[in-house]
């Protein structure tokens, strides 16, 4: 082998570990995506049983119901369809009706959302961008409301 052709098969080689490695964490990431719907796209959605998702929209007013212990159920909605959520754990301190939330987890089999995390909005101004994009292309939420 050339000098030229050992240099050619090393830069090669370097590369096709490069495409390998690169393959394996797009795989990888593909693995850990959590689609986020909006209790509307759910009915368009074809979403499994056990398929993780966020599902983002207002907590539903008069819905929050509190179990034993630290379970709690309650409703997400978008004011034109609304998802039983339940959640088991320490809810943030703001997490109230009328509210924006982002839940992460999967539908059960009997149709019920369970939750494994629940983000609240942070401060009185704020709304997780993904809920407040989606509501105000609904017409449901305005900026003036977060204030």
């Not at 050339?2 to 394996?24: D, E, P, Y």
């Not at 979403?47 to 007013?61: F, N, S, Y």
């Not at 819905?63 to 369809?81: H, L």
Request: hydrophobic letters at 40%; glycine letters at 10%.
């Amino acid at each position: 082998m050339t000098r030229k052709q050992k240099r050619l098969s090393v830069i090669l080689a370097g590369l096709a570990f490069l495409g390998a490695a690169a393959g394996l964490i797009f795989y990888a990431l593909g693995q850990k995506a959590s689609y986020f719907y909006m209790p509307a796209d759910l009915a368009a959605a074809t979403v499994q049983p056990g398929q993780r998702i966020r599902l983002g929209g207002l907590v539903e007013k008069g819905t929050i119901v509190r179990g034993q212990g630290a379970t709690v159920a309650f409703s997400v909605t978008d004011e034109q369809k609304s998802v039983k959520v339940t959640y088991t754990g320490i809810l943030p301190d703001l997490f109230r009706e009328e509210q924006g939330v982002i839940t992460e987890g999967a539908f059960g089999p009997d149709g019920v959302f369970v939750a494994d995390s629940v983000l609240a909005k942070h401060d009185e101004r704020y709304m997780p961008k993904e809920v407040a994009d989606r509501l105000k292309a609904k017409g449901v939420w305005q900026e003036s409301k977060s204030q």
